[in-house]
């Protein structure tokens, strides 16, 4: 009985693990195939109304590569809280109570794919506009 | 010889443990949707050959042969996170198979557990074929 209930306690932990560590989120899907398209035609509507449409080459090229570090510092701290939740997992299988000191990350993966989008969405323009590198 | 109960099942560990620390770190899967028909004999390409693009090339006119999808998984909790160098290298190996050139478009998604795996960390991107 007391096998049982050890048991079941376990469970729980694993599943509140699961729950608090925090799900992987799959890649966005894939933009409409434009290819047949000319280059500079190679945009999305959404973009054409995008307050970075009105920007000029390099003020295009200076938010590319803003985007891309907020980006990549982004993922960083994605990372970071993610170890740091399995390393307290891993105590926590011993210590259940340990999880409890696990930190949400849906804000941050929600940003990171915002900033995803918006990196993206800057690549179409440059390219329509054939913005020289 | 017959074993006890305690002794099988420190054998089971010992083989479990050994088969966790040691090589399977991570296994990886991949599909192709949207696969367009192509006229020509599909050749396998080089892996290094394989260009890979988070945007569209525009300088050069290409065919869209589908589009990939791509996960690794990391094997236990105790091993490491599936990174994006070993998707990139999936995207590579799902292309080659495919005969493209580039994968355009590359995105990833973010790293987390899922139903399958302590671990997972997904990419997509699509197959092209250079016009000679």
């Known amino acids: 009985m007391a096998k049982v209930a050890l048991f079941s306690s376990n469970a729980s932990a694993v599943l509140a693990a699961f729950l608090l560590v925090g799900c992987a989120h799959s890649a966005r899907d894939l933009p409409p195939d434009m290819s047949n398209l000319a280059p500079a035609h190679r945009l999305l509507p959404s973009d054409t109304t995008s307050p970075e449409y009105s920007m000029s080459c390099p003020e295009l090229k200076a938010e590319i590569a803003a985007t891309r570090a907020a980006l990549s510092r ?13 390393s307290k997992v891993i105590v926590g299988l011993i210590f259940a109570p340990f999880m409890l000191a696990m930190e949400g990350n849906e804000t941050m993966k929600t940003q990171y794919r915002d900033l995803d989008i918006k990196r993206e969405r800057l690549l179409r323009i440059v390219q329509s506009r054939q913005c020289l590198p | 010889m017959s074993l006890k109960p305690t002794q099988l099942s420190r054998y089971l560990i010992a083989v479990a443990s050994s088969v966790l620390v040691s090589g399977c770190a991570t296994w990886s899967s991949g599909e192709v949707t949207n696969v367009r028909p192509t006229s020509h004999e599909v050749k396998q390409v080089l892996l290094e050959r394989v260009l890979l693009t988070d945007g569209d090339i525009s300088d050069r006119p290409y065919t869209v042969l589908g589009d990939i999808s791509v996960t690794v998984n990391k094997t236990t909790l105790f091993h490491a996170d599936p990174t994006k160098e070993m998707v990139n290298k999936k995207l590579k190996e799902e292309a080659a198979k495919l ?4 994968v355009t478009h590359v995105r990833y998604g973010t790293v987390g557990i899922s139903m399958m795996s302590w671990g997972r960390l997904d990419g997509k991107g699509r197959a092209v074929q250079f016009k000679r």
């Open chain 2, 99 to 102: 005969g493209a050139d580039a």
């Open chain 1, 74 to 86: 982004t993922e960083t701290q994605l990372q970071d809280i993610q170890s740091d939740n399995q």
